[in-house]
């Protein structure tokens, strides 16, 4: 017998594992709904799975009849449309600051210090501040996921320049590179798959901006509908949704990493190598 | 004149002495093996004719300038690993490097200019034996064949100088011997001046016309630091009459390594 630590399961035991707690959970949540709707066929904390659909079916494929809108995918467009830019903003800004921090030591003195203290501050403390300053608009929201994930990205990358083997750097000397060729021929395009890891680590982080500025103050948005539906304590509609974010979390995760092993081969090979 | 005039150099790092009075000249066409013990100073040396390190004290002139004080194209270099960018296939790895004087704003070129380049890559590719290896991206290739791309990346600029840190230290003993042939080859066809760290006494008299051995000569037992290195045999190696003799010295040299 091997020991515990050496036996690697069969692919398909693996597959049966990596199901298993799901269906433990869907079942145990079955039983325990079905038990209280039998006891008080009102009870709204453990809504039955045709509840459920019920209240999909209300949300995504039947029009609003205040507003005449599909509710659920105007929340779904509202709250992918505020985190696409928040995050799209924070890369960009990570990918500039980072670089330039981690390739210039003049420019890593001044700002280095900087931005360490500023990735300290509590985002969620400084959110009465951007509502003040930008208004209860769609700025505020995108900006409360800037200030929440652009600091981690700008060190991220800061240091992941900074880890490039300094062999690298002189020989692109040597080959007669000034310093804006190094950062765009050999600096950036090693670390742009580190970019898309560095997002993708940033993307829960995000999320977690985005549904507490919709919980304050929004229209519509997918944070905004759960945080009003609950006054109603309507877990029939909460349940899918929380369920729809963590599959668009999973989604978006999921396609960078695709986006960033079609792109960059070279680095996911010799990731694998280490 | 000489090409390289190594000008009562000193270096240290804080408390610690490195190098000292080292006055050298070395004249175009040289192969110059550095050997030594571990952290006796001679990749400190190398990284000074480099320009990534300066002198504590003292200079080094080329052609009877100062030597300038980072990288650049006069002085191409080899290191053991990381020396060619894992993001590029071999051609571009050695294409890069004349696209980056061509093109000062995109570091790329296009349509003929890039043919031309192409063209002169392919050359130097074909020269250190990777021609069927050109798609491939460095992961892909041995640690030899890492070694070769590396050389021809450097080749591309025709330094005057070319640096090897122990360039082949990692490699199995029959690459070695290949290497070395390809190595000798390079240095003859391009009229180059080599500079080469290595640990590897009898490597270092194989390949080069010159050898310098790096030992200290004063020694305090209190302060081990407070005394660097110096260059302790500076020998021609032309013609195998001082071959011989230089082996006689080296035998008696590495006894002494494996004594201490």
Known sequence: MKKLMNIEPSRSLKGFLAILPFVVILMLYWTASNDRLAENPYDKLLPSFTQISDAVDRMAFTEDKRSGEYLFWVDTGASLYRICIGIGISAAVGLLFGMLSGLLPIFRSGFSPLITIVSLIPPMAILPILFISFGLGELAKVMLIIIGTAPVIIRDIQSHVRQLPSEILIKAQTLGASTWLVAIRVVLPQIMPRLIAAVRLSLGTAWLFLIAAEAIAAQEGLGYRIFLVRRYMSMDVILPYVLWITALAFAMDFSLRKMSELCFPWYHHQEAGK | ?260
Request: charge should be positive.
């Open chain 2, 1 to 260: 004149m000489s090409l390289l005039k190594i000008d009562n150099v000193w270096k240290s790092y804080g408390e610690v002495q490195i190098l000292e009075r080292l006055n050298l000249n070395v004249e175009e066409g040289e192969f110059v093996s550095m050997v030594g013990a571990s952290g006796c100073g001679k990749t400190t040396l190398l990284k000074m004719i480099l320009g990534s390190e300066e002198a504590t004290k003292g200079q080094i002139l080329l052609n009877d300038k100062p030597i300038a004080p980072e990288p650049n194209e006069e002085r191409g270099i080899v290191f053991q690993k990381y020396s060619v960018f894992p993001h590029l296939s071999v051609l571009q790895n050695v294409m890069i490097a004349d696209e980056f004087s061509a093109s000062s704003f995109l570091g790329r070129t296009f349509g003929k200019q890039k043919k031309q380049i192409k063209q002169k890559a392919l050359e130097f590719i074909q020269a250190v034996g990777l021609g069927h290896a050109t798609d491939k991206y460095p992961h892909q290739l041995s640690g030899g064949m890492q070694q070769r791309l590396a050389i021809a990346q450097a080749l591309m600029k025709s330094p005057k100088i070319l640096l090897l840190d122990e360039p082949f230290g990692a490699l199995d003993p029959g690459i070695r011997k290949d290497m070395h042939q390809l190595i000798r080859k390079v240095w003859k066809e391009n009229k180059l001046t080599i500079f080469m760290v290595t640990h590897d006494i009898q490597e270092g008299f194989e390949l080069g016309s010159r050898l310098w051995v790096f030992d200290k000569v004063r020694h305090d037992p209190q302060a081990p630091t407070a005394y660097g290195a110096q260059i302790t045999y500076d020998l021609k190696l032309n013609d195998s009459k001082k071959q011989l003799e230089g082996q006689a010295i080296a035998e008696k040299f590495s006894q002494k390594v494996v004594n201490s």
